[in-house]
């Protein structure tokens, strides 16, 4: 199994500022990478895509990848007790690992109104 | 919308018993997962399918088999249930589209073996 690291937290943050969550990984041939988001008692839901090097940005959130540190990251702005959830980082498929689909182990996000 | 649908949310079964777990999408995906979910250890790989019949281990196949006769079913079973099986089960589906494809995730089935 390929390795994707994450804090698990739990991280807490108050309304209103940026959440940070990060993701290593082991497989320098993992080029894209998935954030999910899963609140308690339900299933992890999409939430941010990125292959590129650099920032991706869709609303509030903001994905980071820099393949050359293995690192990834996810960017929460203006955050909201809505945001509170296990945040799960997956590098997509490649190589060897054919369609397996890994996980992270999750960071908890607690927003605190 | 696209759904993956998992047969029951909530099962107590007893130790020893065979349990079926049914999962079915409807966006014509080839691939389909099995994980289970523990506090602290996360999303972990028990089975995946690649095509009708297809199918391989994750990381923690042992206690666990599957099924996959038609390309929108994927089952897995329990064949003896035993205390440390349970968990939260997720079944998952997606299209092969190299690295660009994402999970899709069914409600989960929370089993309870007692």
């Known amino acids: 199994q390929k390795e994707v690291e994450q804090n698990s937290g739990p991280l807490s943050v108050p309304e209103g500022a940026i959440a940070s969550l990060n993701c290593t990984y082991s497989d320098r041939g993992s080029q894209s990478f998935f954030w999910y988001r899963q609140y308690s008692g339900k299933s992890p839901e999409l939430i941010m895509f990125i292959y590129s090097n650099g920032d991706k940005e869709d609303g509030r959130f903001t994905a980071q990848l820099n393949k050359a540190s293995q690192y990834v990251s996810l960017l929460i702005r203006d955050s909201q007790p809505s945001d509170s959830a296990t945040y799960l980082c997956a590098p997509a498929p490649v190589g060897d690992t054919g369609n397996q689909f890994y996980f992270g182990t999750g960071t908890s996000l607690t927003v605190i109104p | 919308d696209v759904k993956v649908t998992q047969s029951s949310r909530y099962l107590v079964k007893r130790t020893g018993e065979k349990v079926f777990l049914e999962c079915v999408q409807d966006m014509d995906h080839e691939n389909m997962f099995w994980y289970r979910q523990d506090p602290g250890l996360g999303l972990r790989l028990i089975y995946f399918?690649?095509?009708?019949?297809?199918?391989e281990k994750g990381d923690i196949p042992e206690g666990y088999s599957v099924s996959r006769e038609k390309k929108e079913r994927f089952s897995l079973i329990l064949e003896s249930a035993s205390t440390n099986q349970t968990s939260m089960y997720l079944c998952a589906s997606r299209a092969y589209e190299g690295w660009t494809g994402e999970l899709f995730f069914g409600e989960g089935s929370r089993l309870t073996v007692l």
């Open positions: 399918s690649y095509d009708v019949k297809m199918k």
